[in-house]
């Protein structure tokens, strides 16, 4: 069965760590640390895995990393962090 990868909700992937990214893809696999403190090791081949999730406030240097998953037909979609100022 095919995953969805919900990427950098803890971590801002695309706006911090886009050449780690794209050497994962690279590899086809990623290591993480879960919840609970402990590590995990995740396919992320193109038959494992059926989209990626990304958070973050900012993806302006993921771009060539999006042009990748597109040319490999690899679903994507972002969950935007948006910053509220309150002046008074």
Do not use: C
């Amino acid at each position: 069965m095919k995953h969805i990868i919900s990427a950098s909700r803890r971590t801002d992937i695309p706006h911090y760590y886009a050449r780690w990214f794209q050497n994962r893809l690279k590899d086809g696999m990623a290591e993480f640390r879960n919840s609970f403190g402990g590590k995990g090791r995740a396919s992320i081949k193109p038959e494992d895995v059926a989209g990626f999730l990304f958070w973050t406030k900012h993806a302006a240097p993921f771009h060539e990393i999006l042009a990748i998953l597109r040319a490999d037909h690899r679903p994507y979609a972002f969950q935007y962090t948006m910053s509220m100022t309150h002046s008074t």
